[in-house]
């Protein structure tokens, strides 16, 4: 069969753990990848080593844009400053609120169109294989801007001027979205890719209407040909109980009315260390697929999602030379798709060790 993708991660753009996360992705039978928010710089670094036959295949966005003071600036910065956890992270957000060691680089800050007329021949400067816009709960943006890094993102009424910027310079744009405002604003703007979907996350106190798409919503998903990512494993982080128990819950019924539409779908996991194996089994346990369409999902729709300029995705003349081979039938139980015996990329045989390895 085909091989599979991760439509959302943020690995391979450095050289740490860049030979131990390739072997992880090439075990679990995943040759692409795509990082929507990444060091240019340090993705520039280890070029050579990707986008080979016998490399991961990455599309990197080379910079995230969002909001002063704003969501991810404190992650991508913890990371320089030894603040690996998020918890800690978290912890440290004053202090990497002004530490912009990697602004202009892993993100941008646009607060006005001025920000954007100044910035945005540096971002194409970069060579970005798409564009990502960050909108973190837009329906209370004025009131986040207040609590400096809680994620106000971008300003909403920036996004149409950068999605058309975007399109006009042949790039795609996938949104950051919270929740169902920014779900609608990001639709609404011309957005090609959802890099989440609403409700993988949320407070015991937030209302759930916060979170829940409605048929229009789905519909219209379906007639701009948007793609959704739903990274819904992430909600596995959420505490045990009734609140976990209400986001699994509206994601089903979330998926459930995109599908219906005729949606298509992203695997991705957004988690540093895994691949989107864990995203695959998630969604399989949700009952929306079947074996089949979870399949399909995964090593055809996925791959087109991150290359859709390539002939991957399929086992058929004029498409590239990969393939892996499975030693039980994931039609059957689809826990077999973690029974990668071969693989062939572009043609050449890939050898792994029997475990993956970064795990």
Known sequence: MPPFGDAHCHH??????????????????IFYAMDPCNSRQSAERIKARVNLPTGIDVKFANGGLTGENSHPIPLLEGVGRGYYSYPVQIEHRAELLHYRRRENDAYFILNT????????????????GLIKVFLCHSEDNAQRGKRPGYGEGIAPELLPEVVKRAHRAGLRVAAHADSATDYRIALAAGVDLMAHLCGYTMEPEDPLESYRLTPDDAALTAKRHVGVIPTACLSGDLDAGANKIRARNNQIRNLKLLKEAGVRFGLGVD????????EALY??????????????????DTPHMIFPERKIGSLQDGYEASL????????????????????????????????????
């Open 113 to 128: 169109k001025a920000d954007l007329d100044q910035k945005w021949a540096q971002i194409l400067a970069g060579k970005p």
């Open 324 to 359: 892996i081979v499975l030693n039980k039938n994931p039609l059957e139980d689809f826990r077999n798709v973690q029974t990668v015996r071969l693989r062939f990329k572009q043609g050449v045989l890939l050898t792994v060790p029997k475990e993956g390895t970064g795990k």
């Open 283 to 300: 969604l399989n346990g949700t009952g929306v697929w079947s074996n089949l369409e979870m399949l399909k999902m995964w090593c055809e």
């Open 271 to 278: 988690t540093y260390g895994v691949d989107s194996l864990q």
């Open 12 to 29: 391979f753009d450095g050289a740490f753990d860049l030979d131990a996360l390739t072997q992880t992705y090439f075990h679990d039978g």
